[in-house]
């Protein structure tokens, strides 16, 4: 049995702590709001974002930053822009041999970096994993069969969060890559955006399916620039994260590109989903990062349009469609080739 202390509860965190108890750990689920968690308490469940999911009776709760004392791991389930707050408030806390789990899915939008950049700044020679891939909170709270990776610098850090969370519900294979993992759960998340779009246009699945595919190739590109591994991409962290959060009625992000997509205003339709849309921010950074390092991502840059500049998204699209010719695998073209 582990000692978990979970920062963060959302519908990401409040899922974790009821899976993690569920396998026999002991977890403490923390909010800086005592309020919320009088609520969760008092509802038995996460009514808001969790509706119908009890919450185990041997959950603890605490609006205190020292629970961290003594925890084998600390999981910082908060937006990508909450995570620098949420770790300043571990320093002089946290152990040296506890594990800090980031699962946020996006960058910091002031300076770009990734979640465990910002950790390790604000809680140096502390050990970050990322967990990550296809995992709806939703069907994570209620036992559904969850499939993600654990990525960490320090192999070690990425097997003990493997041996520790796994369960026959919730399968966790580990990755040496967390830069290519971490890009990849923040870029799908403007891809996914973009697929909500074609849904709330309602262009049909041609498309929706061509926007996912030459999405995993800007993810990947992206990524590679930044550091990360080509095969990331084609694993839980890329390709399988942007098919659930493309397709999937839990998808906040696919939900505000829908509302955007039927003539809603980026910013109305962020405020309408009513809870956290990565996607919107994640526009703004992956097009700063793109520019920043030349890399092509038309797609993104589509998006950021839609969303910050109140481009038309049919438009949008058809200057997609209209861009130069291009071989499809331009990246790898072979030489040699009688064609």
């Known amino acids: ?15 974790l702590a ?9 977890v403490t689920l923390w909010s800086a709001h005592a309020s919320t968690l009088e609520r969760l308490q008092r509802d038995g469940q996460n009514s808001r974002l969790l509706p119908g999911v009890s919450l185990p009776p041997e959950l603890a709760y605490s609006d205190a930053n020292d629970i961290v004392s003594g925890a084998d791991f600390a999981i910082l389930a908060v937006p990508s822009g909450a995570v620098r707050e949420t770790a300043r408030r571990l320093s002089g806390l946290v152990r040296e ?3 800090v789990v980031n699962v946020a899915k996006g960058f910091e939008e002031h300076t770009l970096k990734r979640p465990s950049e910002v950790i390790g700044e604000e809680l140096p020679g502390i050990k970050v994993a990322t ?23 320090w192999q070690d850090a990425a097997l003990a969060v493997q041996d520790a969370f796994m369960n026959p519900m919730f399968r966790i294979y580990v990755n040496p890559d967390i830069v290519g993992v971490e890009i990849g759960g923040a870029t799908k998340n403007v891809i996914a ?16 399916a061509a926007l996912m595919t030459r999405g995993i190739t800007e993810m990947a590109r992206l990524g590679m620039r930044l550091g990360g591994r080509a095969p990331t991409f084609a694993g839980l962290a890329g390709i399988g994260d942007l098919i659930v959060t493309c397709s999937s009625e839990h998808s906040r992000n696919r939900r505000a590109g829908i509302y955007i997509g039927q003539g809603m205003a980026a910013t109305e339709a962020v405020a309408k989903v009513g809870m956290t849309v990565e996607g919107y921010t994640a526009a703004h950074t992956v ?15 589509e998006c950021y349009r839609v969303l910050y500049e109140q481009k038309d ?12 010719k291009k071989h499809e695998f331009e990246d790898v073209w072979l030489r040699g080739s009688n064609w």
């Open 193 to 208: 955006l973009a697929a909500g779009i074609c849904d709330g246009l309602r262009l049909g699945d041609n498309p929706k």
């Open 97 to 99: 041999n506890t594990i």
């Open 313 to 324: 998204p049919y438009t949008a699209i058809c200057d997609l469609m209209q861009r130069q």
């Open 1 to 15: 049995m582990a000692k978990i202390a979970v920062y963060g509860a959302g519908g990401w965190g409040t899922a």
């Open 287 to 301: 097009h700063l990062l793109a520019e920043r390092h030349g890399v092509d991502m038309p797609i993104v840059t």
């Open 18 to 26: 009821i899976m993690l108890c569920k396998a026999g750990h002991a």
């Open 131 to 153: 967990l990550s891939g296809p995992s709806h909170a939703e069907e994570v709270s209620r036992g559904v069969p969850t499939t993600v990776v654990a990525a960490s610098q």
